[in-house]
């Protein structure tokens, strides 16, 4: 398997325009996981999926975020407008949930975030 | 999720163990230790992790204290390709209706220096 891969890996953006993030994760892994990392912050739990449901939100700093998972293979994460304090590494993971499983998620190389 | 204490930052020189630490003194009886790594400009990576006993995999080996509130990651002959952030990250065991949250610190920073 080629691992979670998203795309692209750098984005660079005014302020104000409308960002999206993808992620293909691992095939047959059924909870998906947005991650965001700052210095100041670290890493930060977005959103996650189970089965392309989204789980907990809790994490969204706010409305101009949003994440949707239309199918097993595929979730975007949208920022609109982008502001310059949404520059950060944005991680999809994945991972197995069902019963046994070892609960280990697997990170794709992330998108750097550079809002202007 | 317990929370978890690592030191900033740690050195190592090459060729030898690296012993990393974690705090975990609040650590409930069913809760797993993890350990993940970030390499600079990569996404973390699961090494390694436990609940009781030792265990040792082709990366490291984990010892976990015998009142579980501490635990040691031990890269027994350290490269300069370890040179990473390492995370230890305490959770519950995956039953139905858990929460699949990983609650991550800022990490230790461990240089392996030649």
């Known amino acids: 398997d080629a691992g979670v891969i998203q795309s692209p890996r750098h984005e660079v953006t005014e302020m104000g325009q409308e960002v999206t993030l993808r992620c293909k994760p691992i095939s047959g892994h059924d909870y998906l996981f947005w991650y965001r990392q700052t210095m100041m912050r670290g890493l930060e739990l977005l959103i996650y999926f189970n089965n392309n449901v989204p789980i907990d939100d809790s994490g969204m700093p706010e409305d101009r975020f949003s994440a949707k998972m239309p199918n097993a293979s595929f979730s975007t994460l949208k920022i609109q407008p982008s502001e310059p304090r949404d520059s950060a590494v944005y991680f999809c993971?994945?991972?197995?949930?069902?019963?046994?499983?070892?609960?280990?998620?697997?990170f794709g190389a992330g998108t750097r975030l550079s809002v202007l | 999720d317990a929370k978890t204490t690592q030191p900033p930052s740690m050195d190592c020189a090459e060729g030898r163990a690296a012993n990393l630490p974690c705090n975990h003194s609040?650590?409930?009886?069913?809760?797993?230790v993890y350990w993940y790594r970030q390499i600079h400009s990569q996404g973390p990576q699961y090494i390694i992790h436990g609940l009781k006993n030792n265990e040792t995999n082709e990366m490291a080996s984990l010892i976990i204290t015998e009142d579980r509130k501490s635990s040691t990651l031990i890269l027994p002959h350290a490269t300069l390709r370890d040179t990473a952030v390492y995370y230890c990250i305490v959770r519950l065991p995956l039953n139905a209706g858990n929460n699949r949250k990983l609650i991550w610190g800022l990490g230790t920073s461990l240089a392996v220096n030649p």
């Open positions: 609040t650590i409930s009886g069913n809760e797993y």
């Open positions: 993971a994945s991972s197995l949930g069902r019963r046994g499983a070892k609960n280990i998620q697997y």
